[in-house]
């Protein structure tokens, strides 16, 4: 179940201490209040309309609603402002009209920093960004993103040192000559192991100091949960922020370090132009689950409208097979959208406050 993204905007998780990347991870910003009901289905309107157009004069709190987003790169380039334009277009026609703007942030702390102000009032991060943004701006996680069906996704540890720590065990090669150890991908059936920590043995093997091509501060994937299996194990290393998990890849693929973590598979984020890459880093360990970005709204919204957007968003989502050509596939890699799971969310509230006590 590989997630090859090739996203225009970064999977991470805004940590506020970045936003938390993941948001990244990849998002995860939030408060334990959150009721269920405040994702509870939305009952049509005697107008008849479907989805959200029926609930259009119901959201009377804001004027407009704008959604904050973060660029892959330091501005947003024309084909991104395309796609997050067409996806702020689709969601107005769910909600019947109502005015969907979008707002591009330098950071994801930015996007956080907007729905503190009233500038932003639904924003899409990592799960460690809507933790933070749930924590810092009052905001409500509403959904949860599916990629190949899942609502989960996991840290791979990488190394271009496979004699080191693949442990009794050869490397075994997926369909597409993607490189496994130490059980993640079983040789006889070619399925991977489910999702949750592997390979730990192997990290313990990682001696004190070393280098490690970390995503950044922010991401869950890239940072908040590997350190933080790390931490479990006693082991201390050097962190080292590569900027993004394409670049963290790239990194390791370099030599210039030994081992790195990313979102599983960033390498075939690469594989276009360097086509060893699955060869040459070896997957040996994972980190997880996590639970997927997913969208937070603002304090602005009462429980009544959160319910309406949520219907709106499920309108065009819920489906769960979007592909390119899908405005929100386009802007984030999203096959579909479910509410958001507050006991999913719940492993990386508690990893943000784990952070956040050190």
């Keep these: 179940m590989r997630m090859n993204t090739k996203s225009a905007f970064a999977l991470a998780s805004v940590l506020t201490l970045s936003l938390a990347a993941c948001a990244g991870d990849q998002d995860d910003v939030t408060g334990d209040d959150t009721d269920d009901d405040d994702v509870a289905d939305v009952e049509d309107t005697d107008n008849g309309a479907d989805g959200g157009e029926d609930a259009t004069g119901e959201i009377e709190s804001v004027d407009s609603i704008t959604i904050g987003l973060v660029p892959a790169t330091d ?22 009209g109502f005015d969907v703007d979008i707002f591009f942030a330098d950071s994801y702390l930015g996007v956080i920093q907007g729905m503190q102000s009233g500038d932003v009032q639904l924003l899409m991060s990592g799960p460690v960004g809507m933790i933070q943004a749930e924590d810092e701006a009052g905001g409500t996680p509403i959904l949860q993103s599916l990629r190949y069906g899942a609502d989960t996704y996991v840290t791979q540890w990488f190394t271009n ?4 720590y693949c442990l009794d065990d050869e490397p075994v090669a997926d369909e597409d000559g993607f490189l496994f150890c130490n059980g993640i991908l079983d040789e006889e059936t070619g399925e991977l192991a ?20 970390f995503v950044e501060e922010g991401s869950a994937s890239g940072f908040y949960f ?94 769960g097979d979007l592909d390119e050509g899908d405005p929100l596939y386009d802007v984030y890699e999203i096959n579909g959208l479910v509410p958001a799971d507050e006991e999913a969310l719940d492993v990386a509230r508690q990893v943000y406050n784990d952070f956040g006590d050190q």
């Design 161 to 164: 040192d496979p004699d080191t």
């Design 226 to 319: 590997p350190q933080t299996q790390l931490n479990e194990l006693g082991v201390e290393v050097d962190a080292q922020f590569a900027g993004g998990h394409d670049q963290a890849v790239e990194a390791v693929y370099n030599d210039e370090f030994t081992i790195g973590t990313s979102f599983d598979d960033a390498r075939a984020n690469i594989v276009d132009d360097n086509p060893d890459v699955g060869e040459e880093l070896v997957v040996f360990a994972w980190a997880g689950p996590i639970p997927n970005d997913g969208i937070v709204a603002s304090d602005e919204f009462t429980d009544e409208e959160l319910d309406i957007l949520v219907d709106a968003w499920l309108s065009f989502a819920e489906s």
């Design 75 to 96: 501005s947003a380039t024309e084909a991104e402002e395309e796609n997050a334009q067409s996806l702020a277009d689709q969601l107005s026609e769910s909600l019947g």
């Design 194 to 213: 489910d999702y949750g920590p592997m390979g730990e043995d192997a990290l313990e093997l990682i001696d004190e100091g070393t280098s490690v091509a």
